[in-house]
C-alpha cells in the first residue's frame, strides 16, 4: 500500500539515490498532518455508516430518476450496490486517512472504475453527487477540527475527480 513514506523511498530507491531534502520535507510535512488526518479518521470510523446513508439519501434525493420503476437504473439491486459503493468508498477514504496517502483509494477504488460503471451501464452522477453531499456537509468544529476536515475533503475531492 502506498504511503507518502513508501513512494519517497521508492523513488529515490528507484532512482538509485537517497531521499533528497526536498523527499524528507515531503514525508515531513505528510508527518505534520499525521494528527489530523487520524482524527479524521477516527470521527469517520465512528459514524461511517450513518455518513455514507446520509450521502446517498441525498443522491437519490437528487436523482429521483432512481426511484421510478421504469427507469433502468431504478432497480433495488442498483439501489444497494449504490449505498455499498458509497461505503466502500469512505472506507476507502478512512484507510488513506490512517495511511496519509491515496494509496488504498488508487488500488481499490479508483483503478478499473471508469472501465466497470461503463461495462456495466452505471452512472457515475450518483456517487458524484453522494461524495459531494458529504464533503459539503461537514463542518466544523460539530464534526472535527479544520485541519481534520481539510484532510477529509481532500480525500473525497480526489474520489469525486476521478468519478467526474
Avoid at 455518513?51 to 426511484?67: F, G, M, Q, R, S
Avoid at 421510478?68 to 431504478?74: F, I, K
Avoid at 452512472?123 to 459539503?136: D, E, G, K
Avoid at 460539530?142 to 468519478?163: F, H, K, P, T
Wanted: glycine content about 6%; proline content about 5%; hydrophobic content about 40%.
Amino acid at each position: 500500500m502506498k504511503s507518502v513514506v513508501t513512494t519517497v523511498v521508492g523513488a529515490a530507491d528507484a532512482a538509485g539515490r537517497f531521499p533528497s531534502s526536498s523527499d524528507l520535507e515531503s514525508v515531513q510535512g505528510s508527518l505534520q498532518r499525521s494528527a489530523a488526518r487520524l482524527e479524521a479518521a477516527e470521527k469517520l470510523a465512528g459514524n461511517l455508516d450513518a455518513v455514507a446513508k446520509e450521502a446517498y439519501d441525498a443522491c437519490i434525493n437528487k436523482y429521483p430518476y432512481l426511484n421510478n420503476p421504469g427507469e433502468a437504473n431504478s432497480t433495488p439491486e442498483f439501489k444497494e450496490k449504490c449505498l455499498r459503493d458509497v461505503k466502500h468508498y469512505m472506507r476507502l477514504i478512512n484507510y488513506c486517512l490512517v495511511v496519509g496517502g491515496t494509496g488504498p483509494l488508487d488500488e481499490w477504488g479508483i483503478a478499473g472504475q471508469r472501465e466497470v460503471y461503463r461495462a456495466l451501464n452505471l452512472p457515475t452522477a450518483p456517487y458524484v453527487a453522494a461524495l459531494s453531499f458529504a464533503r459539503n456537509r461537514g463542518c466544523t468544529p460539530r464534526d472535527m477540527s479544520a485541519q481534520a476536515l481539510v484532510e477529509y475533503n481532500a480525500l473525497l475531492d480526489y474520489v469525486i475527480n476521478s468519478l467526474s
